[in-house]
Nanobody, 125 residues
Framework: QEQLEESGGGLVQAGGSLRLSCTVS????????MAWFRQAPGKEREFVAA????????TYADSVRGRFTISRDNAKSTVYLQMSSLRPEDTAIYYC??????????????????WGQGTQVTVSS
């Protein structure tokens, strides 16, 4: 059974850092593009960052570029999101997702086949 399990969320002060992890089971991890999305209260789910299955090219939302870094460890079937210089507006539930779409659709939530349950990140001012 396919499973994506996020961890690493929590409460942090503005300017602080957190590292999220998402461990995948039941899938051939290296065959999947991996991404992080987030959803704040009252808002739609939005794209944060993605890393491609081959070559490891990365894509970031403008709002996080330069502050967040996505990476993957295929040997551990895990994708990471290193978040630095956190802001209160980064507060959200963060979800990891796995998909096999073409590169041009890497930011599209509806192109990801599998999703985790999410982990809460709260940034206090």
């Amino acid at each position: 059974q396919e499973q994506l399990e996020e961890s690493g969320g929590g409460l942090v002060q503005a300017g602080g850092s957190l590292r999220l992890s998402c461990t995948v089971s039941g899938l051939t991890f290296r065959n999947y593009n991996m991404a992080w999305f987030r959803q704040a209260p009252g808002k739609e789910r939005e794209f944060v960052a993605a890393i491609r299955r081959s070559g490891g090219a990365t894509t970031y939302a403008d709002s996080v570029r330069g502050r967040f870094t996505i990476s993957r460890d295929n040997a551990k079937s895990t994708v990471y999101l290193q978040m630095s210089s956190l802001r209160p507006e980064d507060t959200a539930i963060y979800y990891c997702a796995a998909g096999t779409q073409i590169a041009s659709a890497i930011t599209w939530a509806n192109m990801y086949h599998y999703w985790g349950q999410g982990t809460q990140v709260t940034v206090s001012s």
